[in-house]
């Protein structure tokens, strides 16, 4: 049992998984894997594409290759649903590869998180569409999304 505690904590009202959602999409948007890793539960399991990472120091590890390899990533989450201790959410981000390739990766995410609020639980399916340069929807600078930028519903994505 840990002391760490990261509000909004369950059982999660729609405006408290909003915001859970919208905190987990700024932490992903600093691409910064320590910062990001502190949201987790010292123990948490992920399932992401084949990999299996456990543990805040897989995690890491996980997020440092993922943003070394995945350049210019700006993601978008959005509330699916949720009940009780678990959150849904569905997200896009894009980024371009090292030969200048851009695409776009559409996704689900199930979260579970513990009393404290860490997310004890993470399985994500993800999908990766090559999309020109020309077809970009994402242009605010690096780091969090502007509070005035399209979500994904008005994208229609």
Request: glycine share 4%; net charge neutral; aromatic share 14%.
């Amino acid at each position: 049992m840990t002391n760490e505690i990261r509000p909004p904590v369950p059982p999660f009202t729609r405006e408290t998984a909003i915001q859970k959602v919208r905190m987990a999409e700024d932490g992903w948007n600093s691409r910064d894997p320590q910062r990001v890793s502190l949201v987790y539960t010292e123990d948490s399991q992920w399932r992401n594409r084949a990999e299996f990472p456990r543990g805040r120091p897989q995690i890491i590890e996980f997020l440092t290759r993922k943003w070394a390899r995945e350049l210019e990533y700006r993601l978008i989450k959005e509330l699916w649903a949720f009940d009780g201790n678990r959150i849904a959410v569905r997200f896009a981000y894009e980024w371009h590869d090292d030969s200048g390739q851009w695409y776009r990766s559409y996704g689900n995410e199930n979260w579970e998180f513990n009393e404290q609020g860490l997310m004890q639980r993470r399985f994500a399916s993800i999908n990766d569409l090559p999309i020109k340069a020309s077809e970009r929807l994402f242009f605010w600078p690096l780091g969090r999304r502007p509070d005035d930028h399209p979500s994904l519903s008005d994208l229609n994505l």
